[in-house]
Nanobody, 119 residues
Framework: QVQLVESGGGLVQPGGSLRLSCAAS????????MAWYRQRPGKQRELVAA???????????NYADSVKGRFTISRDNAKNTMYLQMNSLKPEDTAVYYC?????????WGQGTQVTVSS
């Protein structure tokens, strides 16, 4: 069982930056594949970025085309925390951002954090 808590969302102007955090508890964080998803208004939830376990899969990262070069996913296994650094934010990045943890057939979600990009 894994509990996930996101933080760091808020209101930012276009071109600005935010860093989201996902704090995990309850299991061996370092073994989990982690990811950020988002759900924009009126849209389905979509994958934003993912990072594998450094122990089992080398800690590789993957990004949606829409955020490549602007967002960076990372994890600190010592702190049981995953991050999403978001730069050059656009209005279309406005969404609720969710943290996901997966290990085998089990997956867990956080409650989400709102990111609003607007002038």
């Amino acid at each position: 069982q894994v509990q996930l808590v996101e933080s760091g969302g808020g209101l930012v102007q276009p071109g600005g930056s935010l860093r989201l955090s996902c704090a995990a508890s309850g299991s061996i964080f370092s073994l989990y594949a982690m990811a950020w998803y988002r759900q924009r208004p009126g849209k389905q939830r979509e994958l934003v970025a993912a990072i594998t376990s450094a122990i089992t899969s080398g800690g590789t990262t993957n990004y949606a085309d829409s955020v490549k070069g602007r967002f960076t996913i990372s994890r600190d296994n010592a702190k049981n925390t995953m991050y999403l650094q978001m730069n050059s934010l656009k209005p279309e990045d406005t969404a609720v951002y969710y943290c996901n943890a997966a290990l085998g057939l089990k997956g867990y979600w956080g409650q989400g954090t709102q990111v609003t990009v607007s002038s």
